[in-house]
Nanobody, 128 residues
Framework: QVHFVESGGGLVQPGGSLRLSCAASGFTFHNYAMSWVRQAPGKGLEWVSVINSGGSTPIYADFAKGRFTISRHNAKNTVYLQMNNLKPEDTAVYYC?????????????????????WGQGTQVTVSA
């Protein structure tokens, strides 16, 4: 059974940093690309970033470029999201998500229907 444990969220002032973690179990972690997705209050799900099964070729949504860094440690079955220079508009619940297809992502990486398993989410609040 696929299971994720997310952590690292919290309250941070604008300009601050947080590092989110998502520990996975129940599947062969190193065989799948992973993404982070977020949901702001009152809004729909929004894709943030994806990383390949081997930890290469990360891609970011425009709002995340230059501020967020996705990484993974396959020996620990964990994917991370380092978020710097946080803004109030980054306030959201952040979810990790498992790409449904084995190995590397393809052109559909930003389509939420491409992911078949999700974490429970971790709240990030950016406020002074």
């Amino acid at each position: 059974q696929v299971h994720f444990v997310e952590s690292g969220g919290g309250l941070v002032q604008p300009g601050g940093s947080l590092r989110l973690s998502c520990a996975a179990s129940g599947f062969t972690f190193h065989n799948y690309a992973m993404s982070w997705v977020r949901q702001a209050p009152g809004k729909g799900l929004e894709w943030v970033s994806v990383i390949n099964s081997g930890g290469s070729t990360p891609i970011y949504a425009d709002f995340a470029k230059g501020r967020f860094t996705i990484s993974r440690h396959n020996a620990k079955n964990t994917v991370y999201l380092q978020m710097n220079n946080l803004k109030p508009e980054d306030t959201a619940v952040y979810y990790c998500a498992k790409y449904a297809k084995v190995r590397d992502y393809s052109s559909d990486y930003a389509s939420l229907s491409t992911y078949d398993s999700w974490g429970q989410g971790t709240q990030v609040t950016v406020s002074a």
